[in-house]
């Protein structure tokens, strides 16, 4: 079964790697691999008085994946929106590859870093091709600028995310895990070298969510694609993450490789679940035994 996955996603990968050795690769923004990317003294919230992020600091590996987990409302999301510009901060800095990413123009900042947010909205009735071209092109404008490569980057997209047989449907028609894989195929169609995934396999069977990481892992080995995503399956962290940060109230309570974050005391702290870990040639083996004293 997994041999069969991997042998249809090579062929996919094959295509859209392939177009990172074209010589106008830069011209989508790309400065190559390992992009570094950094987060210093964040405050980032809904309301000044009382932020939900309030002075953590977090240097992305760069050419990494960087798996952010915690419990229900720890923080997780907001972190990926302050950190992809989305929420504007009310302290600190993001820097990108030497650059603090408020000052990047939109434009910019698109064609280096791509977010996968969970409150996705498509417009009206919009077939799968023309979604994943707004996610190409995710402001307005950019339209004028269509060229061969863009062409190209959406087919690629379309493909690695497996979602060719829906390329004419109607988004509106798509089952919730068809519409997850739309969303992926439009952050890949920016092909930038950061990648912001807010629960890249919620809504997805089994199949697509090996996939998906799959894809991640990938795309991390053949691009070096800087990833930061939000998992809840911390078997599934630990497994296809280089580094694992756990946030708790909004502030990281532990990070590192996973098999120093992912241990039966911090699961009892932060998640408020009595668990068993044990270390294998896969990474910690997690078996939750009940839910204990959960203080959010
Ligand atoms: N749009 C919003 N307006 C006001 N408060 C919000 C908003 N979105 C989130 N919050 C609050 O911010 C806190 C952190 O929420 P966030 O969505 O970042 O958590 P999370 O760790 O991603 O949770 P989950 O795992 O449930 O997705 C929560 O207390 C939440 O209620």
Redesign the pocket.
Known sequence: MVKHVNTNLNTRLGTAVSKRTTPTADATGGSGAGATFAGEDLVI??SKDDP?IDGESLVVPPGEVTALV??????????LKGLADQLALDGGSVVLDGREIHQLGAKELARKLGLLS?ENVSPGSISVEELVYHGRYPHRGFFDSVGEEDECAVRDAISLAGVDHLHEREVSSLSGGQKQLVWIAMVLAQDTDVLLLD?PTTFLDMHHQLEVMEIVRTLREDREITVVL?L?DIEQAARYADHVVA?KG?EIQARGAPEEVVTEELLAAVFGIDAEVELTDRGPRVTPIRACHHDP
């Open positions: 919230g809904y939900v915690g419990p229900n409302g720890s923080g997780k999301s907001t972190l969970q629960e939000v809840h946030l909004g």
